[in-house]
Antibody
Framework: EVQLLESGGGLVQPGGSLRLSCAAS????????MSWVRQAPGKGLEWVSA????????YYADSVKGRFTISRDNSKNTLYLQMNSLRAEDTAVYYC???????????WGQGTRVSVSS | EIVLTQSPATLSLSPGERATLSCRAS??????LAWYQQKPGQAPRLLIY???NRATGIPARFSGSGSGTDFTLTISSLEPEDFAVYYC?????????FGQGTKLEIK
């Protein structure tokens, strides 16, 4: 059974940093691309970033490019999202997602909440 | 960036009725479109990918159709657990984009 467990969310001041982690199990982690998708309170879904199975190819939404960095440690079956220069508009639930079929978000974690406020 | 526009914003129906949800893309996405269901307090769930393929474990009452710029998600006979928000998403281009969602509510 696929399991994705996010952690690292919390309250941070504008301009601050957070690192989200996603512990994966139930599948061969290094084989699949992974992604982060977020959802602001009461709003829709927004794709944030994606990374290939080997970790050598990454993609970012324009809204986070230059501030967020996606990475993975295949030896630890863990996905990361380093978030710097956080803004109020980054406030959201962040979901870790397994891309089992290229381009689609097949399996979702339960999310970790990030709040950016002074 | 490809913009996906879903309609209607809210759809009010009764259990047992047929639901038809639409998603229109600002440019062709071929058949590279998915549908997701999200219930309050839960993560989204993939229902349909590549316009018409049901994901694992999705009941046959859910079906998808369309290509190019116009797509439809049909729920043939609504069950109480189907009332939720539905999103479409394209995978032909980066950035991946979602529609704004259709809320399916009980009439």
């Amino acid at each position: 059974e696929v399991q994705l467990l996010e952690s690292g969310g919390g309250l941070v001041q504008p301009g601050g940093s957070l690192r989200l982690s996603c512990a994966a199990s139930g599948f061969t982690f290094s084989t699949y691309g992974m992604s982060w998708v977020r959802q602001a309170p009461g709003k829709g879904l927004e794709w944030v970033s994606a990374i290939s199975g080997g970790g050598d190819v990454t993609y970012y939404a324009d809204s986070v490019k230059g501030r967020f960095t996606i990475s993975r440690d295949n030896s630890k079956n863990t996905l990361y999202l380093q978030m710097n220069s956080l803004r109020a508009e980054d406030t959201a639930v962040y979901y870790c997602v397994l891309i089992a079929v290229p381009g689609y978000f097949h399996y979702w974690g339960q999310g970790t909440r990030v709040s950016v406020s002074s | 960036e490809i913009v996906l526009t879903q309609s209607p914003a809210t759809l009010s129906l009764s259990p047992g009725e047929r639901a038809t949800l639409s998603c229109r893309a600002s440019q062709s996405v071929s058949r590279y479109l998915a549908w997701y269901q999200q219930k309050p307090g839960q993560a989204p769930r993939l229902l349909i990918y590549d316009a018409s393929n049901r994901a694992t474990g999705i009941p046959a009452r859910f079906s998808g159709s369309g290509s190019g710029t116009d797509f439809t998600l049909t729920i043939s006979s609504l069950e109480p657990e189907d009332f939720a928000v539905y999103y479409c998403q394209q995978r032909i281009n980066w950035p991946r984009t979602f529609g704004q969602g259709t809320k399916l509510e009980i009439k």
